[in-house]
């Protein structure tokens, strides 16, 4: 009952900070003119939230859900609490995708989330090949993850000297300014039914954390699991990072005190973390641009600024594996 509870206060909390979003900035307005104005089209000041403020909202949500279980998918898989897209290099991947075909292919615009899960999956094998040995040893993925986030970011500022700056803030910024419903419409399309998917991976997820041995014993193909995990993960991150830019540490942070509050059973965990991804990155957009307005800072450096001190605290941990 009481992770129910959990599930539930951060699902109001989702709500009043989304409100609170809609309302503050450089336009204010008081909730009630905002309802009326949603609900009945007749305030001036409205039709502007709703045209630009209102699809910023959406897509920070909708990104930071899908980065979040991404970060839960990706972390089974692994067996490894620190296995993160933005951290081992599948973000970086998908951008390098993304902007690939953003410089060459511009007329290819609305597709661009499927070429960048090409990038996340390149990058997602790359990371397996270099850190497999005898196993997947916890510090070694993290090691070979940030050298492979390393070199797409690398590629992604060269790639982008050559496309236009447009061109490369599209992917590598990560400010949610100027959002339009045609990003909603992508995110719902790219993201949503891959976040819908994961929901149903919860028994998959649960069994990879037991050895392989038992869960095949217990009637689970291992590998057959491990793939399509890993690709509905590396679908989500890819998603999230064509659309909203490149954010780091999301999958690591939130799944992490997800647990805290309703453990372990990736039936609860899932849905929790994607509730807990959008409202950590809805909040670190509208901070962002409220704290010091006019001027905006980018989610992607809040995140950075938070989630590198929780990564050093993660390390410290030592190889304690979900939170056990």
């Known amino acids: 009952m009481k992770k129910w509870v959990s599930l539930l206060a951060a699902l109001c909390l989702l709500a009043a900070v989304a409100l609170y979003s809609m309302m503050a900035g450089s336009i204010k307005v008081g909730l009630g003119e905002l309802v009326s ?18 699809p910023r909202v959406f897509v920070a949500m909708l990104c930071g859900a899908a980065l979040a279980v991404s970060g839960v998918l990706l972390q ?25 075909v953003t410089a060459v292919f511009p007329a290819l615009f609305f597709y661009i989330p499927l070429f960048a899960v090409m990038g996340g999956l390149l990058a997602c094998f790359l990371v397996y090949l270099f850190s497999w040995k005898s196993g997947l040893q916890p510090l070694r993925l993290i090691l070979v993850g940030v050298a492979i986030n390393a070199a797409f970011t690398g590629f992604n500022h060269v790639l982008g000297s050559f496309g236009g700056s447009s061109a ?14 045609q990003d909603v419409e992508m995110i719902l399309l790219y993201g949503g039914i891959t976040l819908i998917l994961s929901f ?51 999958g690591l942070l939130v799944p992490h005190i997800a647990r805290q509050f309703v453990g ?3 039936k609860l965990l899932i849905p929790f973390s994607a509730v807990g991804g959008a409202l950590l990155i809805l909040f670190a957009d509208t901070a962002g641009r409220t704290l010091i307005a006019p001027i ?9 600024m938070i989630g590198g001190p929780f990564l050093i605290f993660m390390l410290l941990k030592g190889d304690r594996v979900h939170g056990h």
């Open 37 to 54: 104005g949603l609900l009945w089209g007749n305030h001036p000041q409205v039709d502007v939230i709703r045209d630009l403020r209102l």
């Open 76 to 100: 089974s898989v692994m067996r490894n609490p620190l296995a993160d897209a933005g951290v081992i290099g599948i973000s970086a991947g998908a951008g390098f995708a993304g902007l690939l």
């Open 168 to 181: 490369t803030s599209r992917i590598t910024s990560s400010t949610f300014h100027m959002k339009t419903w």
């Open 200 to 250: 149903f991976l919860s028994t998959w997820c649960n069994m990879l954390a037991l050895q392989d041995r038992t869960a095949s014993n217990l009637g689970l193909n291992v590998m057959r699991a491990r793939i399509v995990i890993s690709l509905i993960a590396v679908m989500l991150a890819s998603a999230a990072t064509a659309v909203g830019g490149l954010i780091v540490f999301v």
């Open 264 to 266: 372990s059973d990736h």
């Open 296 to 304: 905006e800072i980018p989610a992607s450096v809040i995140m950075m």
